[in-house]
């Protein structure tokens, strides 16, 4: 499965767009792009999955460029609960999933 | 039941007893993993079950640890001879089929270890 490469950390005004991006640039054409976060002291949280079209739910919008070696999360109006470990994975098949160190955002009120 | 329900919520045992740990995945959930979080680290992968196959045991740390899957439904990880570096919190997950992508993993609330 194709390593990712997210910042350390992020921070974020309450009410404002969090964007949160990924590298992915050895992603295969068969590997999504997997976005869960882990708020503190719970089990990580499926958020939202996509191949190559922009996926949007009630949770996020993911827009992964036309070449596929980058994508970005997008909390349209970040609250202080959106606060976490947001982590990319790109995997394939029936692999398990391997979290890496994800992007610990901060929203700031 | 409506999620992936773990038991217990915490456990604390005395270096080198055997402890278990329980998972009931959401129904009909046929895939069924476990992954380990050490205080402030990452989420390590453990152990992965799906439907009747042969479980992918790569992530197991040593031969201490083991899980089963009964009827394709609860799994039980068990840790022998607990050491203190076993301290960490279990987390199970299920999801409905690895290969259909549709959905995510459902992760439980966890069992947080303590070995004293």
């Known amino acids: 499965d194709a390593k990712t490469t997210q910042p350390t950390s992020m921070d974020c005004a309450e009410g404002r767009a969090a964007n949160l991006p990924c590298n992915h640039s050895?992603?295969?054409?068969?590997?999504?792009v997997y976005w869960y976060r882990q708020i503190h002291s719970q089990g990580p949280q499926y958020i939202i999955h996509?191949?190559?079209n922009n996926e949007t739910n009630e949770m996020a919008s993911l827009i992964i460029t036309e070449d596929r070696k980058s994508s970005t999360l997008i909390l349209p109006h970040a609250t202080l609960r959106d606060t976490a470990v947001y982590y990319c994975?790109?995997?394939?098949?029936?692999?398990?999933?391997?979290f890496g160190k994800g992007t610990r955002l901060s929203v700031i009120a | 039941g409506a999620g992936v329900s773990q038991s217990p919520s915490n456990k604390v045992t005395e270096k080198g007893k055997d402890v278990e740990l329980r998972c009931d995945p959401i129904s009909g959930h046929t895939a069924l993993y476990w992954y380990r979080q050490s205080l402030g680290q990452g989420l390590e992968f453990l152990i992965y079950f799906q439907g009747n196959s042969a479980p992918d045991k790569s992530g197991l740390p040593s031969d201490r640890f083991s899980a089963e899957r009964t009827g394709g439904s609860v799994s039980t990880l068990t840790i022998q001879r607990t050491q203190q570096e076993d301290s960490a919190v279990y987390l199970c997950?299920?999801?409905?089929?690895?290969?259909?992508?549709?959905?995510?993993?459902?992760f439980g609330s966890g069992t947080r270890l303590t070995v004293v």
């Open positions: 996509g191949l190559k």
């Open positions: 050895t992603i295969s054409g068969n590997e999504y």
């Open positions: 997950a299920s999801s409905l089929s690895p290969g259909l992508r549709s959905d995510g993993y459902t």
């Open positions: 994975i790109a995997l394939s098949g029936n692999t398990p999933l391997v």
